[in-house]
């Protein structure tokens, strides 16, 4: 299915931005370079968009750009662990990123004060964020979170999909760095599939500016 776009002169009057500040927020990495998609028309080249995406990206600037720098918001939106952010799992609970139930599916016995890394807090909220939709078991959830914890690492840029599908009720896990080149038979139903760098976003913005 062709992906939906929108031209620069629909979306500069529709975001109701100047040219200036879209190529400002290119150039501060606020918006990918390969957001911005190069098609002829019968007018000649024009520039279009991923229209969802780069709206829903423009709405967050314009909220954010009062409370943060660009260079903050340049972070936050990029796909790189955040490595000076840790917090405890006191910390996580007391503030709903993690739930107890999160807690108690994983392995390791985390201590209330002990420190906590950005990828093992990034684990825990995807965990919590899969089990808020209502789509996994707890054996399923826990299954993501070790194969996360397994893997995550060899991802390029960290970025990829992570997916839960299942075959005559079977679950099974898969960790993608190119999911357009994924293909599933028939059989086999996709329950879960989780934008890792949308999630890392996601987080970034619940630690930095809801903190």
């Known amino acids: 299915m062709e992906e939906n776009l929108i031209s620069k002169k629909d979306l500069l009057e529709i975001a109701d931005i100047s040219y200036g500040q879209l190529y400002r927020w290119k150039r501060k990495n606020l918006i990918p370079e390969d957001w911005f998609v190069r098609k002829s028309t019968f007018t000649g080249q024009e520039t279009f968009f991923p229209k969802g995406q780069i709206l829903e990206r423009i709405n967050k600037i314009k909220q954010l750009k009062d409370d943060l720098s660009l260079d903050a918001l340049a972070e936050m939106f990029s ?18 990123i993690v739930s ?25 909220y995807l965990l919590h964020k899969m089990l808020e939709q209502g789509d996994v078991s707890l054996e399923e959830g826990r299954l993501m979170y070790h194969l996360l914890e397994e893997h995550y690492e060899k991802l390029e840029q960290k970025k990829g999909e992570l997916l839960l599908v299942r075959k005559m009720g079977v679950p099974f896990a898969l960790l993608l760095e190119n999911p357009k080149s994924l293909y599933l038979d028939d059989q086999v139903k996709v329950v879960v599939q989780l934008n890792i760098g949308a ?13």
């Open 79 to 96: 796909s790189r662990p955040k490595e000076d952010i840790s917090l405890s799992k006191k910390d996580l609970l007391e503030r709903n």
């Open 100 to 124: 107890v139930l999160v807690f108690s599916l994983v392995a390791e016995p985390f201590k209330p004060e002990q420190a906590l890394s950005f990828h093992t807090i990034l684990f825990l």
């Open 199 to 211: 999630v890392v976003e996601d987080l970034k913005n619940t630690l930095i500016v809801g903190g």
